[in-house]
């Protein structure tokens, strides 16, 4: 898993270019597991690979907790929120190099809308067409993800009056949203070859659809949830992708070729889930009617029980479901925050809360 946070300044709590100290403190105790991103306003966390979900929530929240006290060290925090909540994220500063700077010619004004961060997720899965073939099955559940996960609602000091502004900005990219339905690995080559002939892309790494065979990994990578607030969440989301990687893996076997979703109401199902997340009703790409998405999710997660079971995942998932569900999306945690006495930085301090493991889950 990887993700991502922005790092801002403790009293303005606005986004601050500070990411390389934090790196470079935070590295220290765990290597290779943190790094820099595109601006020099995120800090990016990486988990090993591992076989449960415990064990993955327990590096999620180690490496949570040595980069909050990397970033106290320096003078900064780090929030876990899909966008920045205060003004002063336009136009930030892109790091420097060969490929950073090809990436800011290529795709220009879509760079000042970078101070956005998202959530990650890994599922091994070696041979590139088998894991083509199972994210056919996985893209009728991303709007689902989008909406368990949305915590973006604010953007530059204002609320979008959306769940996940950052799902809203994402789309804007050439090559990034929903992916197509691919047929074959020599289907996904041949559209490459025309996206990259069209300049759509940098390389490799810039196909950014929200499922995609990893560049650097023998994975199927899942990439279309904002950063949670707590790393519980995280974990939750990645124990319910592996579940259905699982359950795609075994229908491909059967031959199975998954639902023909077209790409209009796919876009229109993340339209919705962005614009009203857990909280609301979803297009459901299935039976074309709008359902309340906790139905939805209690659906996924009764089709994916005998796998949890299996995989040792049913308690976790359980016991961070039931939190998250009493709690509310990430969305709604900020707003709540901020109603309270009508400060904008309240949704920072609690998102900064969020990160550090020091916030009540069910309120705020």
């Known amino acids: 898993m990887e993700e991502e946070f922005l790092v801002v300044d403790p009293d303005s709590r606005c986004v601050t270019p500070a990411a390389a100290v934090v790196v470079e403190g935070a590295s220290r105790r765990l290597g290779a597991r943190v790094g820099g991103e595109i601006t020099s306003l995120h800090v990016e966390t990486r988990t090993t690979p591992v076989g449960s979900g415990e064990e993955l ?52 004004g879509l760079h000042d809308e970078l101070a956005i961060c998202a959530l990650h ?63 074959s690995l020599a289907h996904y080559e041949q559209v490459v070859r025309v996206l990259t002939a ?11 659809w929200d499922i995609r065979p990893s560049v650097a990994h023998p994975t199927l990578e899942v990439r279309v949830s904002d950063v949670p607030v707590t790393a519980q969440e995280s974990a939750l989301v990645a124990v319910l992708v592996r579940a259905l990687a699982v359950v795609a893996s075994e229908a491909v076997d059967r ?23 857990l909280e609301g009703d979803l297009l ?20 994916v029980g005998p796998v949890l079971a299996d995989l040792g995942d049913a308690a976790l998932v359980e016991r961070c479901l039931g939190e998250l569900l009493a709690a509310g999306s990430g969305a ?30 069910v309120s705020v």
Not at 161 to 177: H, I, K, L
């Open 121 to 183: 997720v890994h599922v091994e899965i070696p041979d590139r067409e088998r894991a083509l073939l199972v994210g056919n099955h996985l893209r009728a559940c991303l709007p689902l993800l989008i909406a368990m996960t949305a915590n973006s609602p604010f953007w530059e000091g204002r609320d979008s009056g959306y769940a996940s502004w950052r799902t809203v900005v994402w789309g804007r990219w050439p090559v990034a949203g929903p992916p197509p339905r691919f047929t």
């Open 332 to 361: 709604a945690r900020q707003r709540d925050a901020v109603r309270r006495r009508g400060r904008l930085t309240d949704a920072v301090d609690f998102l900064v809360a969020g990160t550090a493991g020091s916030v009540s889950r």
């Open 284 to 303: 459901d790409v299935g039976s074309g009617g709008l359902r309340p998405a906790r139905e939805m999710v209690a659906e996924l997660v009764a089709s």
């Open 255 to 277: 031959g199975d070729p998954g639902p023909e979703i077209p790409g209009e109401l796919l876009r229109a199902a993340y339209w919705r889930a962005a614009r009203d997340g």
């Open 57 to 108: 929530l327990g590096q999620l929240t180690w490496a949570r907790e040595v980069i909050d006290e990397c970033a106290r060290q320096q003078g900064v925090r780090v929030a876990a929120t899909g966008t920045s909540v205060m003004p002063g994220a336009a136009a930030p500063p892109v790091t420097r190099g060969p490929r950073q700077d090809r990436g800011t010619q290529t795709f220009r």
């Open 198 to 208: 069209a300049g759509a892309t940098v390389d490799a790494g810039t196909l950014f």
